[in-house]
């Protein structure tokens, strides 16, 4: 898609034209989203989608009841961005450290599900809004979920050596154990240790690729 | 499920609590099957069971309790589903592939069960969820303790016995949410494969899912 065309009133903006302060303000604006959606991940992580309300979200956030629905239609709408910014978030990460090893699939896994996992670590309130909350959340947030997953199906099915030997779903049924696994690590708010998962978790992925690439080494051999 | 006579009929109450206590649950299933928890509603329940609305309130405190043992009862013949067939005889391959397979069948034959305690089950809330987790947790056993190690090689890591059943469960609440059934029957090879290799091999799995 070409780039937009920059509409007058943003260009007058942009040189400091009657909008002087418009710069500042559109930063505040999007300083005020990013704290609506980090609260409702940490009181989603705390207390539940269920519990948690609007009245809740703006008094974690520090904002006016005003300026939440200003952003956002409600809660769900707010819960569905900050899913969607923390899967985008985490899915670069992961891409990116996968990236770093081309030509090479199993550091290329282990790297993707390093990163993953460090995530999980580091932000274990979206880690949990993410794996926990949003399967249950509404049925919008189910089918995101659902959507997220098939983004890391495919990922990993492009970091792997291309097999027809394999089962059509084993990228599928591969990361959905690696989420199970996690997602009962943050249950128990271990999050913070997700790392600890990562030489066994890296192992169950590459076991089954490893398997045809042994055996068509074997065959080249023989 | 058939309704009971009306009137004079000589039936024990118990009887009578029991059959629509059965006729609630398999309502239940199939009015969430056709249109998710959060619009089913105890009325429909009870139309489609043939059971007023006192007689629902006799045999369960809400909608949720009546889910709660819906879930139960479905856990319950799946394990039962999944028992019979690993105390066959023969190796623990070929048994855990029977498993898997009778796993298959009671999905197709009965999709609304399956999604209850496969797809609903993690949506439902909290008092939901543990069930869930232990349902899943029942079946690891079955890998863990009886699944043999890799010729020449270690046991697979702790991990993966909880990862293959996770998977496996992933994989098939993916087709059911997308309304997905008929396929699911023909699934038997791949998740078979996926379950043996980390304790055979990729090869032997292979090897065993092509000649069966």
Known sequence: MPPRAQSASARAKQFGGPGRHELPREFVAIHKRRRIMDAIAELTA???????????????????????????????????????????????????ACAG???????????????????????????????????????????????????????????????????ETIEETLVGGVAWIVHQKIRRHEADTAMELLAELAEFMLAPYRGVAEAEQGRVHA | MERLPRGRHGLSPEFVAQNQRDRLLAALAEILYERGYEETTVAMVGKRAGVSKSDFYKRYESKDACFLAAYDDVVERIRETVRVACAGKGEWAARALDALEALLVFIVDDPARARLVLVEGLRAGKGVYDRYQEALQSFVPYLRDSAPAPAGGPRPPE??????????????????????????????????????????????????????
């Open chain 2, 159 to 212: 991990a993966t016995d909880e990862a293959v059943v996770g998977g496996i469960a992933s994989l098939l609440a993916r087709r059911m949410l997308a309304g997905e059934i008929e396929p699911v029957g023909e699934f038997l090879p791949e998740i078979g494969e996926f379950t043996l290799t980390p304790y055979l091999g990729a090869a032997e799995a292979r090897r065993i899912i092509s000649e069966r």
């Open chain 1, 46 to 96: 705390e207390q539940g989608y269920e519990a948690t309300k609007i009245g809740d979200i703006v008094r974690h956030a520090g904002v006016a009841r005003k300026t939440l629905y200003d952003n956002f239609e409600g809660k769900e709408e707010v819960f569905l961005a900050a899913f969607d910014a923390s899967v985008e978030e985490v899915m670069g990460r992961v891409e990116k």
């Open chain 1, 101 to 167: 090893f081309d030509g090479e699939w199993e550091g290329r896994i282990e790297a993707g599900l390093g990163a993953f996992l460090a995530y999980v670590a580091e932000e274990p309130a979206r880690a949990r809004m993410c794996m926990v909350e949003a399967m249950s959340a509404t049925p919008a947030a189910t089918r995101r979920y659902d959507d997220a997953v098939q983004g890391f199906v495919e990922l990993t099915g492009r970091s792997v050596p291309p097999s027809d030997q394999l089962p």
